[in-house]
C-alpha cells in the first residue's frame, strides 16, 4: 500500500459570498521514498495541497491516508502527535522564531517529549552537523544569512526523524548558490528514504525529484 | 527545551512586551500596596484618635441601687457603699489579655461635699470628683479650660454650671471638707456631667474623703480597631468580679462606622486598580496572541497540542505577573514610606516587611495575569491552523 493515498481530495473556501474551490477532486498516491516536485502557478492550489497532506488544513471531501491513517479522522491531540511523528516542514520564508537560539529553534518539536535536556542536545547537534551549522547553535535567528536561517528550518524538520518532508517553496527566498546547496540536503534526505514533496516555482529543480505533479486551479494536470 | 524554556526566553529576549506587561501589572500592584499600607495607617491613626476621644468603657461597682447616671451608665457608690472598686484594681485590668487595647485608663472617685466659697456665698452641696488629671485631660479631648489645670494636689478645676451657680472666679479660695483649693481652671461648657463637678487629684480626694483606695468608677478608653470591644469586656469582667464592666455601644458604634467608611473606601479604590490591572494584562496578552498568530502556526506545524500553547502563553504572562507582584511590592511599600508622612498621618511610621503583603502582591499579580490570560490563551490554541498557516 502506498503511504500517501487520496482520492478525489477537495478544499472550498468562501471567499466573501464566493466560494472559491482551492483543490479540486485530486486523486495521488505517493511511494515511500519519493521526491515529488509539486509546481503550478501562484493560487493553483499546491501550498493547500501541501497543508492537507501535513494535516494542517481538513479537506472538504474526501480523505487523507497516510501510512494507513485516515489523519482527518483522528482527534485533535493526536493529529497533533501525527505531525510531529511523521511531518517535517520547510517553509519559503523559514518560519523560525526569533526570540530562540538555533540550537532552540531546531529542538522546538521536543519541547513537548520526555528527552533529557542531555539527549534533546545530542539530537540537535547531530542534526545541525548533517547541515554544516554545529559552529552557529548559539547564535540567534537574525544573525544568522537567509541559507543558514533555511538550515536551521530543515534541521528542525528532521530532529524527529520523521518519514515526509513537506517543503514549501523552500529555495523562493534564496539565490541560486544557496538554493543549489538547500536543493542537495534534501536530495540526500530523500536518498536516506525520506518522502519529500515539495512546492516550488522554479523547473530547474525538477531534476531533483523522481516525479512532477503539475497542478493549474487546483486541479492535477499531470 | 521544555515548553516553559519557549516562555521564559519570549519574556527574556522580547524586553519592549515584557516590560510592557510587567510595567502594567507592576504599577497596579504599587498602588494596591501603597494604598492598602496608607489606608491602613489612616485607619488605626482615626481609630485611635476616636479610641481616645471619649471613653468606650465604663467599669462601676456592681450594686442593684440606682444612683448617679454618668454617660449613659449608672453609678453607684454616691452613698459611698463603693468598697468593691478599689485602686489596686486598675492594676488588674491592666492583666487582661488585651492590655495593649487599653489606651486610657481614667479613675474617678465622686463624693458629695458642701462647698464653702470664700466669697461668703454660703455652703452649698457639690459633688466633687477625685481624677487622675494625666488620664482625664487625655480622656476628655473636647475640655477647653480658662485658666490651667491644677499642678498642686490643693488645686482645683471647675465645671461651667459650678462656676454660673456658685459666681466662682479664677484663683479664688473654696473650701471642701474644711480643707482649702485654689480655682485654677473653669472648663468651658461641656454640655455633660463634667459642668456640674468639681475636679481634684485623685488621691487628695480619697484622703480628704476618707475613702483611701476606693474609686467610684474608671472609664476607659480601648483601641477597638483590632479587637472586639466584647472581648476587652469580657476579659476585664472576669478579672474585677466585683464590678460591672460595661461597654458604651453608642460610641463603640459611631467609631467604628468612621473607621469603615475608610476601609470601604480603600476596598473600593482597590477593586477599580484591579480591573483597570486586568484590562491592561487582558489588552497586552490579547495583541500579543494576535501578533504571534504566525508563531502559534509554527507551534501547530511542529505538532504542539492545544494545551501546549495555552501553556506557554499563560506560563509567561504568570511569570511576568509574578515579578511584577514582587517588584510592585517593594515600590508600593517605597511610595507608602514617603506618601505616608506627606500626608502627616503618622509622621513616625514605621512599615515592617510584611511576608504576607507580599504574599498577596504576588498572588493579586499572578491571579490578575491568570485570568486575564485565559480567554487570549485559549483563542491561541483554538486557532484555526489554516488561519495560522495562511501567515506563513
Redesign the interface.
Known amino acids: 500500500m502506498s503511504l500517501i493515498q487520496i482520492d478525489n481530495l477537495a478544499k472550498e473556501y468562501k471567499s466573501g459570498n464566493e466560494k472559491v474551490i482551492a483543490v479540486n477532486n485530486i486523486s495521488l498516491e505517493i511511494e515511500q521514498g519519493e521526491f515529488i516536485s509539486l509546481m503550478g502557478e501562484s493560487g493553483s492550489g499546491k501550498s493547500t495541497l501541501l497543508t492537507m497532506l501535513g494535516g494542517l488544513n481538513k479537506p472538504t471531501k474526501d480523505k487523507v491516508i497516510i501510512d494507513e491513517i485516515d489523519i482527518y479522522n483522528l482527534s485533535a491531540n493526536r493529529l497533533a502527535d501525527f505531525r510531529r511523528e511523521y511531518i517535517g516542514f520547510v517553509f519559503q520564508s523559514f518560519q523560525l522564531i526569533p526570540y530562540l537560539t538555533v540550537i532552540e529553534n531546531v529542538q522546538l518539536p521536543l519541547a513537548t517529549n520526555s528527552h533529557s535536556k542531555k539527549l534533546q542536545a545530542e539530537l540537535a547537534s547531530s542534526i545541525l552537523n548533517k547541515v554544516h551549522l554545529e559552529s552557529k547553535g548559539k547564535r540567534l535567528i537574525n544573525e544568522l544569512s537567509g541559507g543558514e536561517q533555511q538550515r536551521v528550518a530543515i534541521a528542525r524538520a528532521l530532529i524527529n526523524d520523521p518519514m515526509i518532508l513537506l517543503a514549501d517553496e523552500p529555495t523562493g527566498n534564496l539565490d541560486s548558490k544557496t538554493s543549489e546547496d538547500i536543493m542537495n540536503i534534501l536530495l540526500e534526505l530523500n536518498q536516506t528514504g525520506k518522502t519529500v514533496i515539495m512546492v516550488t516555482h522554479n523547473p530547474v529543480f525538477k531534476k531533483y525529484s523522481t516525479r512532477n505533479i503539475q497542478l493549474s486551479d487546483g486541479k492535477l494536470i499531470c | ?3 516553559y ?2 516562555s521564559l ?2 519574556i ?3 524586553k519592549a512586551r515584557t516590560a510592557f506587561l510587567v510595567t502594567g501589572l507592576l504599577l497596579a500592584v504599587a498602588s494596591f500596596v501603597t494604598l492598602f499600607i496608607v489606608s491602613e495607617n489612616v485607619n488605626q491613626s482615626v481609630a485611635s484618635d476616636l479610641d481616645e476621644f471619649g471613653a468606650n468603657m465604663l467599669i462601676t461597682p456592681k450594686s442593684d441601687g440606682l444612683n448617679l447616671n454618668y454617660g449613659g451608665v449608672s453609678v453607684t457608690g454616691l452613698t459611698f457603699e463603693s468598697g468593691s472598686l478599689k485602686q489596686d484594681d486598675i492594676a488588674l485590668i491592666k492583666t487582661i489579655k488585651n492590655r495593649d487595647n487599653l489606651s486610657i485608663i481614667a479613675p474617678k472617685l465622686f463624693a458629695a461635699s458642701k462647698i464653702d466659697p470664700a466669697g461668703g456665698a454660703g455652703e452649698k452641696n457639690i459633688i466633687v470628683s477625685g481624677v487622675d488629671f494625666k488620664e482625664e485631660i487625655r480622656l476628655k479631648k473636647l475640655w477647653q479650660v480658662n485658666g490651667k489645670y491644677p499642678a498642686k494636689e490643693n488645686e482645683t478645676v471647675i465645671g461651667s454650671e459650678v462656676n454660673k451657680v456658685l459666681g466662682l472666679g479664677l484663683n479664688q479660695k473654696i473650701n471642701l471638707n474644711n480643707e482649702e483649693f485654689i480655682i485654677t481652671g473653669i472648663l468651658n461648657e461641656t454640655g455633660s456631667q463634667d459642668d456640674g463637678l468639681i475636679f481634684i487629684d485623685l488621691t487628695k480626694a480619697q484622703i480628704l474623703f476618707n475613702k483611701q483606695n476606693q474609686l467610684s468608677l474608671i472609664e476607659i478608653a480601648a483601641r477597638c480597631y483590632d479587637c472586639p470591644i466584647e472581648e476587652i469586656v469580657r476579659q476585664s469582667s472576669e478579672k474585677l468580679p466585683g464590678a460591672k464592666v460595661t461597654a458604651i455601644k453608642q460610641s463603640i458604634e459611631s467609631k467604628m462606622t468612621a473607621i469603615h467608611r475608610f476601609e470601604h473606601f480603600s476596598l473600593g479604590i482597590s477593586s477599580v486598580i484591579l480591573i483597570i490591572s486586568l484590562l491592561i494584562v487582558f489588552t497586552n496578552v490579547n495583541a500579543s496572541v494576535n501578533e504571534r498568530t ?2 502559534i ?10 494545551w ?1 500553547i495555552i501553556k506557554i502563553i499563560i506560563l509567561e504572562v504568570l511569570i511576568a505577573s509574578f515579578a511584577a507582584g514582587i517588584l510592585g511590592f517593594f515600590i508600593g511599600v517605597a511610595a507608602a514610606k514617603i506618601i505616608t508622612p506627606i500626608l502627616s498621618m503618622n509622621e513616625s511610621l514605621e512599615i515592617n516587611f510584611s511576608y504576607i503583603l507580599l504574599l498577596t502582591s504576588a498572588g493579586m499579580a499572578v491571579l490578575a495575569g491568570l485570568l486575564a490570560s485565559v480567554l487570549p490563551a485559549l483563542k491561541a490554541a483554538r486557532l484555526d ?2 488561519v495560522a ?1 495562511r501567515s ?1
Do not use: D, W, Y
Request: hydrophobic share 40%; glycine share 8%.
Open positions: 527545551m521544555k515548553l524554556n519557549i526566553q519570549s527574556r529576549r522580547r504566525r508563531e502556526g509554527i507551534f501547530m506545524a511542529v505538532g504542539f497540542k492545544r501546549h491552523p489554516t498557516f506563513l
